[in-house]
């Protein structure tokens, strides 16, 4: 992954100056989480020790297609960006073509 593929905003703030791991290499980084449910981080380290967290959300299995269909995922946002400047129109209901359970 590039670097501009990661750093989304380049407007870092020092949090700790100076900390120490622990005897298992460990750091407590608390104090410099941002407070968001469902959050995991992917881990990027560059050659020089240098680390970048990155939080990421995972996506339900039966989902994960749409972000690798680039052209579906495409169409999606096309849709939601219109919705959201109300470039949409009433087309009625589409009850007769749903699926019943029996």
Same mark, same amino acid.
């Given at each position: 992954m590039t670097l501009t593929e990661v750093i989304k905003d380049t407007a870092f703030e020092l949090v700790t100056l %100076?900390?120490?791991?622990?005897?298992?290499? #460990?750091l407590s980084i608390g104090q410099a989480m941002v407070d968001l449910d469902g959050v995991s981080y992917s881990i990027y380290r560059n050659s020089l020790g240098q680390i970048v967290l990155d939080p990421v959300v995972t996506v339900p299995a039966s989902e994960a297609w749409l972000f690798r269909n680039k052209p579906a995922l495409a169409s999606v946002k096309r849709?939601?960006?219109?919705? %959201? %400047?109300g #470039?949409? #129109?009433d087309l009625g209901s589409f009850a007769?073509? %749903?699926k019943t359970k029996e």
């Open positions: %100076a900390q120490k791991p622990d005897s298992k290499k #460990r849709g939601l960006e219109d919705s %959201a %400047a #470039r949409t #129109r007769k073509h %749903a």
